[in-house]
T-cell receptor, first 113, second 115 residues
Framework: EDQVTQSPEALRLQEGESSSLNCSYTVSGLRGLFWYRQDPGKGPEFLFTLYSAGEEKEKERLKATLTKKESFLHITAPKPEDSATYLCAVQASPTDSWGKLQFGAGTQVVVTP | IAGITQAPTSQILAAGRRMTLRCTQDMRHNAMYWYRQDLGLGLRLIHYSNTAGTTGKGEVPDGYSVSRANTDDFPLTLASAVPSQTSVYFC??????????????FGQGTRLTVV
């Protein structure tokens, strides 16, 4: 059964204190791994898609990386506006319905000034 | 502004009542989805549709039904609501291509409380 596990569940950072979030997955065949940001009371907002091991994507203070078993979201010198819940999701092999995404439970990040 | 519109934004519903959550997208995406989000459980797929006229069951389909009469609309119906269906419901859509899908775009959610 496909599984996505995110750690830690919660992370409290001082402004400027860099850190990484982990997303480990077990799927029969990875088609794509997605990172989303979710603010309280809002829907998830797309950040990155990673398709193959070794791939990296960057956006402002965020950098996502992918290996064969896990993905990391690195937050460099975070600011309070980076506070949010970060969600990881995987899309399994196209032999499965490619409409399905399996989400992790998320990591809640709080950045204090 | 292009995107996904969900209605209502919140609702308190008596147990046993029927309820339809509405979802409309204007991005002409082929695929649409309904998720529910519960504390500690993350987003779980209820139903999905890869193209107009087709639907499929997700991880937690029991008690819910969907239809996809056209590209833009994907309503979710609770035939007889129960308290365990209290949740935040998100509709999403994505473009599809022959080897998969692009990223999903989400609506703002419907907060449903069944009492």
């Amino acid at each position: 059964e496909d599984q996505v596990t995110q750690s830690p569940e919660a992370l409290r950072l001082q402004e400027g204190e860099s850190s990484s979030l982990n997303c480990s997955y077990t799927v029969s065949g990875l088609r794509g791994l997605f990172w989303y940001r979710q603010d309280p009371g809002k829907g998830p907002e797309f950040l990155f898609t990673l398709y193959s091991a070794g791939e990296e994507k960057e956006k402002e203070r965020l950098k996502a990386t992918l290996t064969k078993k896990e993905s990391f979201l690195h937050i460099t010198a975070p600011k309070p506006e980076d506070s949010a819940t970060y969600l990881c999701a995987v899309q399994a092999s196209p032999t499965d319905s490619w409409g399905k995404l399996q989400f992790g439970a998320g990591t809640q990040v709080v950045v204090t000034p | 502004i292009a995107g996904i519109t969900q209605a209502p934004t919140s609702q308190i519903l008596a147990a046993g009542r029927r309820m339809t959550l509405r979802c409309t997208q204007d991005m002409r995406h082929n695929a649409m989805y309904w998720y529910r989000q519960d504390l500690g459980l993350g987003l779980r797929l209820i139903h999905y549709s890869n193209t107009a006229g087709t639907t499929g069951k997700g991880e937690v389909p029991d008690g819910y039904s969907v239809s996809r009469a056209n590209t833009d609309d994907f309503p979710l119906t609770l035939a007889s609501a129960v308290p365990s269906q209290t949740s935040v419901y998100f509709c999403a859509s994505s473009a599809t291509w022959d080897r998969g899908t692009t990223e999903a775009f989400f609506g703002q959610g419907t907060r449903l409380t069944v009492v």
